[in-house]
Each structure stands twice: as structure tokens, then as C-alpha cells.
């Protein structure tokens, strides 16, 4: 049974760094074919992909947060961690982290979240 | 890169089909997956639909998924449909460099 669990802090300031941890079991991130990704949802809003990672640790970043995230994965752990600088009040979101399935399918290559985590709650001010 | 269009919302009755549309706007709706996840008031997504059509286990076989490359687009279909059907639905989708989009969300409402 594949779990994933968010954590970090529930309240951050402005300008500060925010490190999230994605801690999970039922899977391994040394085993091909997995990937672990963030997604963040604002209060009220939609959902939006901020980056994930592979299991031989090729990283994707949204574009327009790029140059704020860092994505890293720790495979003795289990755990996969995501730091974003600069936080703004825009950035109160709740924070998803999720299991990614990637696999060869009819000789084409595919992939999907297949499990969320609970998510957890950022809120940034001062 | 290409944005997903859904309808902000709609709403059926119990026993009715409904379908939810999600439209790129750039690029073939065929040459990625489209995925769709649903969202129920104060959980986390779950996946309905992966691969444009097909089902998780678990998923009942009253969600269906389709594309339309005429209108470069995607369809969730529930049909059957009932009261705990009621939440929000995500299309999804990933581009040639494996960077993801969300569509904006469609808010079902079974009366």
C-alpha cells in the first residue's frame, strides 16, 4: 500500500525559505519507473504542479516558479524534499506531494500521479 | 506552454450523465495523456482516470474518459450519476518535456 505524508512548517513570513518533506512507504525511489512530485492548491483555487522528481534523479520545474524551487530526494529515507525561496502570500497554498507511476505503454512512454498525499497547510505573513 | 480549459462548473441530477470538457489550447490533445483527478470538499485528489480513458481500480465503471482531436479536447463522462459524485474535477496534462498542467477545475454539483 503506497502512503504519502507532507510536512513543514504551518506558517512561514515573507521572504523566508520554505522546505517541505514528502515522507513515503509502499514504494522506493531507487526502483525505475517512480517519480515523487509537489503539487500546491490556494485556498479556494486551483490545482497547480510545481516540480517532481524521478527515480534516477531527473527533476522538472514549473517555469514560472523555477528559479524559487529545489527538489531532492533522499532514497534511504523515503523521503523527498522541496525547498521554495522567497515565500510571498500568494504562496499560501495547501501543499500535495504524490506519487508518480511512469511506465511504457503500447511502445509509448506514460505517466500519472497515482497517490496523494493529505497535504499540508503553508501560510505565509508576517 | 499550453493551458486546459474546463468549465468552472456545472450540475446534473441524480441518475443523469454529465460531461466535463477540457480543451488545450495549443498542441494536440492526443499526443499527451490527459488524466482527470477528482476532489471531494476537504480531501486530497484522487486519480478517476488515467491515459485519456482508462480506470484505477476501485473506480467505478460509470466515469469514462474520452479525447476529441476535432476540438482538442478531453471528456470526463459520469454517467449514473450520484450525490457523493459532488466535488471538483481536475483535468490534467504534461508536455513533450514531461512539465505538467492543471486545468482550472470543474465544480459538479448533483441536485
Known amino acids: 500500500q503506497i502512503t504519502l505524508k507532507e510536512s513543514g512548517p504551518p506558517l512561514v513570513k515573507p521572504t523566508q525559505t520554505l522546505t517541505l518533506t514528502c515522507s513515503f512507504s509502499g514504494f522506493s525511489l531507487t526502483t525505475a519507473g517512480v517519480g515523487v512530485g509537489w503539487i500546491r492548491q490556494p485556498p479556494g483555487k486551483a490545482l497547480e504542479w510545481l516540480a517532481h522528481?524521478?527515480?534516477?534523479?531527473?527533476?522538472r520545474y514549473s517555469p514560472s516558479l523555477k528559479s524559487r524551487l529545489t527538489i531532492s530526494k533522499d532514497t534511504s529515507g523515503n523521503q523527498v524534499v522541496l525547498t521554495m525561496i522567497n515565500m510571498d502570500p500568494v504562496d499560501t497554498a495547501t501543499y500535495y506531494c504524490?506519487?508518480?507511476?511512469?511506465?511504457?505503454?503500447?511502445?509509448?512512454?506514460?505517466?500519472?500521479?497515482?497517490?496523494w498525499g493529505q497535504g499540508t497547510l503553508v501560510t505565509v505573513s508576517s | 506552454n499550453f493551458m486546459l480549459t474546463q468549465p468552472h462548473s456545472v450540475s446534473e441530477s441524480p441518475g443523469k450523465t454529465v460531461t466535463i470538457s477540457c480543451t488545450r489550447s495549443?498542441?494536440?490533445?492526443?499526443?499527451?495523456?490527459v488524466h482527470w483527478c477528482q476532489q471531494r470538499p476537504g480531501s486530497s485528489p484522487t486519480t478517476v482516470i488515467y491515459?485519456?480513458?482508462?480506470?484505477p481500480s476501485g473506480v467505478p465503471d460509470r466515469f469514462s474518459g474520452s479525447i476529441d482531436s476535432s476540438s482538442n479536447s478531453a471528456s470526463l463522462t459520469i454517467s449514473g450519476l450520484k450525490t457523493e459524485d459532488e466535488a471538483d474535477y481536475y483535468c490534467q496534462s504534461y508536455d513533450s518535456t514531461n512539465h505538467w498542467v492543471f486545468g482550472g477545475g470543474t465544480k459538479l454539483t448533483v441536485l
Open positions: 491515459e485519456h480513458y482508462q480506470r
Open positions: 522528481i524521478y527515480w534516477d534523479d531527473d527533476k
Open positions: 504524490a506519487h508518480l507511476l511512469c511506465y511504457d505503454s503500447s511502445a509509448s512512454y506514460h505517466e500519472y500521479f497515482q497517490h
Open positions: 495549443s498542441g494536440s490533445i492526443a499526443s499527451n495523456d
